[in-house]
């Protein structure tokens, strides 16, 4: 009874997207349901499937294995702000604990990492095969493929890349696909943090969050055909993806400074942005409320998004903090959401909803990077700058839609 009345909300999730379409006569039926088969099978493969299942779970050992790497470095440079023995006994466990030390030098690692990988041709040939499976699923063309594909594993800026000669031809319905799918997945360089981050309240994070990024980007091919459906010729044709590099070291040190780049733009977006909703606090704190409760804006985000996430299967008593999590997400973004998540009491969310978040949360769907994907897709493509602006703020709203599909499928799978 309860997958049944899951899979109803979950179709419920599907109408409202269908809504806010703007050719709804032009959907697709069949794309629903294959974008849905396709997001249930993957998740029962890679979380139900005996083998699979142990390999996602062994994936624990990585993380911890790349923290204490980076830890040895941090605690050299840091010293016991980044992981050094400490000179003192801490006074309650995590005392020591410095975000800007200890975890986010981690971003500088997976950079190294990834862009050796993708000198190797590792990434390259991981992002082939998923395209070949999109190709033949979901009837998309082999540069958008490609371009989905890859998300899963790099940004939202550098996926674009791997077909940039294609972008100028490419259909409406193509590049909003194109554009909805770098906010529904996450990168490679911030997957393994947000793992480091929930570890102690999800067990298998590392797994979870990877298999999050795989099964949305088929929702995100769903979410967005529903929006914009397809009524043109999709663009065919493949791309070699750039040699960025001249050789292994020249990829880590290149992969480095990338990574510095990245952490000081997440640094500073943390800052400013919790710094903003802080002060947004202190005003609405100000405004006369019956009840003694002050009104705060994870609060307002909470009556916004509670029935959204309960669609996706959180039960109602818990659907407020479930709500006020997500629309952090939305409004700053899936780092400080996780943090939040991380830091609530053990009885706030059940262990069924806080895996539910983990994957309705897994996207880069907030306001900071759409001014990311605008800079960055336009300057590709400035003869369609314009459209990638409009398109922009609709593309947050089907990045949310098809990473809340993905945490509805692990709901009726849990």
Not at 288 to 297: N, S, V, Y
Request: aromatic share 6%; charged share 10%.
């Amino acid at each position: 009874m309860d997958i049944v009345f899951g899979a109803l909300k979950m179709a419920a999730l599907v109408a409202l997207v269908w809504v806010c379409g703007e050719n709804r006569r032009a959907v697709s039926s069949r794309q629903i349901v294959v974008g849905l088969a396709l997001q249930l099978g993957l998740a029962l493969l890679l979380l139900k499937a005996p083998m699979l299942e142990n390999a996602m779970l062994g994936l624990n050992a990585l993380v911890t294995a790349l923290q204490n790497a980076t830890n040895a470095g941090t605690g050299f440079v840091f010293g016991y702000l980044g992981g050094a023995d400490l000179p003192f006994s801490e006074p309650w466990p995590g005392a020591a604990f410095v975000l800007a030390f200890k975890a986010l030098p981690l971003i500088l690692v997976i950079s190294a990492l990834s862009s050796l990988l993708y000198y190797w041709r590792i990434i390259p040939l991981l992002v082939r095969g998923f395209s070949f499976c999109l190709e033949r699923t979901m009837n998309v063309g082999g540069a958008l493929g490609i371009s989905v594909s890859a998300n899963i594993f790099v940004g939202m800026i550098e996926a674009p890349l791997f077909i940039r000669p294609y972008l100028a031809r490419m259909t409406r319905s193509e590049l909003f696909t194109l554009m909805t799918s770098g906010m529904a997945t996450i990168a490679g360089t911030m997957l393994v943090l947000y793992a480091s981050i929930l570890e102690p309240v999800v067990p298998g994070a590392l797994g979870h969050i990877l298999v999050a990024s795989i099964i949305s980007a088929p929702a995100a091919i769903m979410v967005s055909r529903l929006m914009i459906p397809e009524t043109g010729e999709i663009t065919v044709g493949r791309v070699q993806p750039p040699q960025a590099a001249l050789s292994s070291m020249d990829a880590v040190v290149k992969g480095t400074v990338e990574g510095v780049k990245l952490l000081l733009n997440v640094t500073a977006m943390l800052v400013v942005f919790v710094a903003l909703v802080a002060l947004a606090n202190m005003i609405l704190e100000t405004l006369p409320l019956p009840g003694g409760d002050p009104l705060t804006l994870q609060r307002m985000l909470g009556w916004i998004m509670s029935p959204l996430v309960w669609l996706a299967g959180v039960p109602w008593s818990e659907a407020q903090t479930a709500g006020s999590l997500m629309g952090t997400k939305i409004v700053l973004n899936e780092l400080v959401a996780y943090l939040d998540m991380a830091r609530l009491p053990a009885d706030a969310l059940s262990p069924r909803s806080r895996m539910i978040m983990t994957y309705a949360m897994c996207g880069f769907a907030n306001l900071g990077s759409l001014g990311i994907m605008v800079g960055g897709i336009g300057a590709m493509v400035p003869e369609r700058r314009d459209e990638i602006v409009a398109l922009g703020p609709r593309s947050i709203v089907a990045g949310v839609f098809a990473t809340l599909l993905t945490g509805a499928v692990i709901g009726i799978l849990y």
